[in-house]
Protein backbone atom coordinates (compact mmCIF):
# COMPACT_ATOMS: atom_id res chain seq x y z
CA UNK A 1 0.00 0.00 0.00
CA UNK A 2 1.40 3.11 -1.22
CA UNK A 3 1.06 5.76 1.96
CA UNK A 4 -1.65 8.28 1.47
CA UNK A 5 -3.27 6.70 -1.65
CA UNK A 6 -7.06 6.97 -2.17
CA UNK A 7 -8.40 3.59 -2.37
CA UNK A 8 -11.55 3.00 -3.01
CA UNK A 9 -13.86 -0.55 -4.16
CA UNK A 10 -14.78 -0.49 -7.81
CA UNK A 11 -18.18 -0.51 -8.89
CA UNK A 12 -19.86 -2.12 -12.31
CA UNK A 13 -20.62 1.71 -13.25
CA UNK A 14 -17.25 2.96 -12.94
CA UNK A 15 -16.01 3.78 -16.83
CA UNK A 16 -12.75 6.04 -15.99
CA UNK A 17 -9.45 4.63 -16.58
CA UNK A 18 -7.60 2.04 -14.74
CA UNK A 19 -3.60 2.11 -13.71
CA UNK A 20 -1.97 -0.63 -12.33
CA UNK A 21 1.22 -0.15 -10.73
CA UNK A 22 3.87 -2.38 -9.01
CA UNK A 23 7.27 -2.40 -7.17
CA UNK A 24 10.38 -3.85 -7.56
CA UNK A 25 12.75 -3.87 -4.77
CA UNK A 26 16.29 -4.84 -6.08
CA UNK A 27 18.71 -6.71 -3.80
CA UNK A 28 22.04 -7.69 -4.56
CA UNK A 29 23.61 -11.19 -4.05
CA UNK A 30 27.15 -10.78 -3.03
CA UNK A 31 27.97 -14.63 -2.97
CA UNK A 32 27.04 -15.12 -6.44
CA UNK A 33 29.99 -14.71 -8.99
CA UNK A 34 29.41 -12.67 -12.17
CA UNK A 35 29.76 -15.86 -14.47
CA UNK A 36 26.98 -17.69 -12.65
CA UNK A 37 24.88 -14.93 -12.37
CA UNK A 38 22.24 -16.53 -14.98
CA UNK A 39 22.21 -19.80 -13.53
CA UNK A 40 19.11 -19.80 -11.20
CA UNK A 41 17.27 -18.60 -14.52
CA UNK A 42 18.98 -21.67 -17.10
CA UNK A 43 18.01 -24.32 -14.32
CA UNK A 44 14.99 -24.56 -14.34
CA UNK A 45 13.23 -28.05 -13.77
CA UNK A 46 12.78 -28.60 -17.64
CA UNK A 47 16.27 -27.41 -18.56
CA UNK A 48 18.17 -29.27 -15.61
CA UNK A 49 21.54 -30.60 -15.80
CA UNK A 50 21.74 -33.72 -13.87
CA UNK A 51 22.67 -35.45 -17.65
CA UNK A 52 18.97 -36.41 -17.35
CA UNK A 53 18.38 -38.84 -20.75
CA UNK A 54 14.67 -38.52 -22.22
CA UNK A 55 13.69 -41.29 -23.03
CA UNK A 56 10.65 -40.44 -24.49
CA UNK A 57 12.56 -38.55 -26.77
CA UNK A 58 14.28 -40.94 -28.22
CA UNK A 59 11.62 -44.18 -28.51
CA UNK A 60 9.50 -41.28 -30.43
CA UNK A 61 12.40 -40.00 -32.45
CA UNK A 62 12.93 -44.21 -32.99
CA UNK A 63 9.22 -44.73 -33.66
CA UNK A 64 9.51 -42.13 -36.40
CA UNK A 65 12.23 -42.92 -38.39
CA UNK A 66 11.35 -46.53 -38.34
CA UNK A 67 7.93 -45.77 -39.68
CA UNK A 68 9.46 -43.78 -42.32
CA UNK A 69 11.89 -46.50 -43.43
CA UNK A 70 9.27 -49.27 -43.56
CA UNK A 71 6.93 -46.63 -45.43
CA UNK A 72 10.42 -46.75 -48.37
CA UNK A 73 10.68 -50.39 -47.99
CA UNK A 74 7.33 -50.95 -49.15
CA UNK A 75 7.38 -48.67 -52.03
CA UNK A 76 10.39 -50.12 -53.21
CA UNK A 77 9.31 -53.38 -52.65
CA UNK A 78 6.12 -52.49 -54.44
CA UNK A 79 8.31 -50.97 -57.86
CA UNK A 80 10.47 -53.73 -57.29
CA UNK A 81 8.18 -56.72 -57.83
CA UNK A 82 6.69 -54.65 -60.77
CA UNK A 83 9.87 -53.94 -62.56
CA UNK A 84 10.88 -58.19 -62.12
CA UNK A 85 7.65 -58.76 -63.18
CA UNK A 86 7.68 -56.56 -66.68
CA UNK A 87 11.33 -58.12 -66.77
CA UNK A 88 10.13 -61.22 -66.96
CA UNK A 89 7.32 -61.06 -69.20
CA UNK A 90 9.80 -59.17 -71.79
CA UNK A 91 12.21 -62.00 -71.29
CA UNK A 92 9.64 -64.40 -72.23
CA UNK A 93 8.46 -62.99 -74.92
CA UNK A 94 11.64 -62.51 -76.74
CA UNK A 95 12.43 -66.33 -76.16
CA UNK A 96 9.97 -66.21 -78.69
CA UNK A 97 9.88 -63.07 -80.79
CA UNK A 98 12.89 -62.22 -83.49
CA UNK A 99 16.13 -60.40 -82.77
CA UNK A 100 14.61 -57.23 -82.54
CA UNK A 101 12.36 -57.78 -79.66
CA UNK A 102 15.62 -58.85 -77.64
CA UNK A 103 17.02 -55.54 -78.69
CA UNK A 104 14.42 -53.62 -76.85
CA UNK A 105 15.74 -52.89 -73.39
CA UNK A 106 13.74 -51.88 -70.51
CA UNK A 107 13.76 -51.89 -66.63
CA UNK A 108 16.91 -52.76 -64.88
CA UNK A 109 18.26 -53.88 -68.26
CA UNK A 110 18.88 -49.77 -69.30
CA UNK A 111 19.95 -48.98 -66.16
CA UNK A 112 22.90 -51.55 -66.03
CA UNK A 113 24.42 -49.96 -68.90
CA UNK A 114 24.16 -46.63 -66.75
CA UNK A 115 25.66 -48.02 -63.58
CA UNK A 116 28.72 -49.01 -65.13
CA UNK A 117 29.71 -46.33 -66.97
CA UNK A 118 32.60 -43.67 -65.94
CA UNK A 119 31.49 -40.72 -64.84
CA UNK A 120 31.99 -37.52 -66.67
CA UNK A 121 33.89 -35.55 -63.99
CA UNK A 122 35.76 -37.98 -61.76
CA UNK A 123 37.78 -35.48 -59.85
CA UNK A 124 34.13 -33.56 -58.30
CA UNK A 125 32.25 -36.68 -57.89
CA UNK A 126 35.76 -37.19 -55.35
CA UNK A 127 35.62 -33.83 -53.83
CA UNK A 128 31.85 -34.53 -53.35
CA UNK A 129 31.83 -37.28 -52.07
CA UNK A 130 35.06 -36.69 -49.81
CA UNK A 131 33.00 -33.95 -48.29
CA UNK A 132 29.98 -35.45 -47.47
CA UNK A 133 31.64 -38.25 -45.71
CA UNK A 134 33.36 -35.92 -43.66
CA UNK A 135 30.34 -33.56 -43.25
CA UNK A 136 28.57 -37.13 -42.40
CA UNK A 137 31.34 -38.12 -39.83
CA UNK A 138 31.49 -34.58 -37.89
CA UNK A 139 27.95 -34.44 -37.62
CA UNK A 140 28.04 -38.10 -36.08
CA UNK A 141 30.80 -37.41 -34.03
CA UNK A 142 29.33 -34.29 -32.88
CA UNK A 143 25.80 -35.94 -31.77
CA UNK A 144 27.64 -38.91 -30.07
CA UNK A 145 30.01 -36.42 -27.94
CA UNK A 146 26.71 -34.65 -26.87
CA UNK A 147 25.03 -38.00 -25.13
Known amino acids: DPAGANIQPLSTKYRGSIYWTYGVTW?????????????????????????RIHWLSILNTILI?????????????????????????????????????????SGWKAVSNDVFRAPSHPELLTVLTAAGAQIFCMVSTTLCVSL
Open 27 to 51: IEEPNIRWASRWDSYLHTSTADTND
Open 65 to 105: VMCLVSTIFVVIVRVLRRQIAQYNIHFELSKTESLEAQREE
